[in-house]
């Protein structure tokens, strides 16, 4: 396919802006990209799609989401709104624990059929890559069945999956008082599990006073260097417990959240390239109030990827064009940084250096937008002018 007069927004040296520009596909890769006028002759016969001067991205990437699960929190979304904070519900028995409990009485079939719908909207937002992580099982056979799910969805979605080991997400009541114990009956021997099955793509965990210290966390940091898997992180999200540095001391892929993030884990970031990965849709649903450092993340040149954290209780947020505006109004990312953060810094965050940029031999997923400059895609509040899809070199209109 030729993608002919499109505006290109490549994604390199910032927006990497190209007016009347040109796409060749060849399968599932791009071929070739540039202006119009320096076109190939090799490539002019091949099935023309004309974008009339519509804007062409990378397919968007979402680099960290809780696709699946099983029940819904909106009795805390009232609790909130009434004044009790995150803590003290998750500490009342909600949160997390709510969800682990639908989860667990849910079949992976269903736990499929509910997350498929999810999907879809993360789709019609742009999003040609998604990363799913388990953990609302929190035993060695639900975790595995949130892994298995979150596989299938591949199988009936356009999508690519990425999928993250997240058993060290919140101590279940069986282990209360016992994180240790936790880590080494349950989310250790589910690591392994779920590496021998081939299902598990990354390890991450949630690192705060409400789940688990990186003391805690060392042994499963180490099991998942043994298994050669990489490594990311919840981290600061409601205190400062050092997490990001702890990430980054293991070469994590990303450290995520970061409100309560020090200077001496930006350091430790920007020296191993960990990616921040910023969620503004938790920030927003909690109401918080003490924003990631982004200007400090900018000055240190830590890379910043933008998620929904589609998960049920603080982020039910499935678009990637609102996760970009809210990271644009709530902490003043620019525009170019909230594009970047759903291309090429989240195909960073997933250690997928085949996409999020538009140059050959990169995948072809790509986006094309009613828009006529990027800025759009973070300026428009919710909406999702998206025109239509390529998705492995293949048009979805």
Known sequence: MLLTHATLATMTGGYGLIRDAAVALDGDRIAWAGPMADLPTAFRTLPEHACQGRLVTPGLIDCHTHAIHAGHRAAEFELRLQGASYAQIAQAGGGILSTVTATRAASQDQLLALALPRIDQLIAS?????EVKSGYGLTIEDELKMLRAAREIALHRPVTVKTTHLAAHAVPPEFTGDAKGYIEKVALPSLRAAHAEGLVDAVDAFCETIAFSTADLAPLFAEARA???????????????????????????????????????????AAAGTVAVILPGAFYTLRETQAPPI????????PMAVATDLNPGSSPLASLTLAMNLACTLFRLTPEEALLGTTAH?????????????????????????ADHPAELSYRIGATPLHARIYGGRLDA
């Open 295 to 302: 200007q400090a993340l900018r000055a240190a040149q830590v």
């Open 227 to 269: 298994l050669d898997l990489p490594v990311k992180l919840h981290a600061e999200q409601l205190t400062d417990q050092q997490g990001a540095a702890f990430a980054a001391r293991h070469q994590a892929l990303s450290a995520d959240h970061l409100e309560y993030l020090s200077p001496d884990g930006i350091a430790a970031m």
């Open 346 to 370: 989240a195909a960073r965050a997933l250690g997928l250096a085949d996409r999020g940029r538009i140059a050959p031999g990169l995948r072809a997923d790509l986006c094309i937008w009613e």
């Open 126 to 130: 742009g999003a040609t890559t998604v």
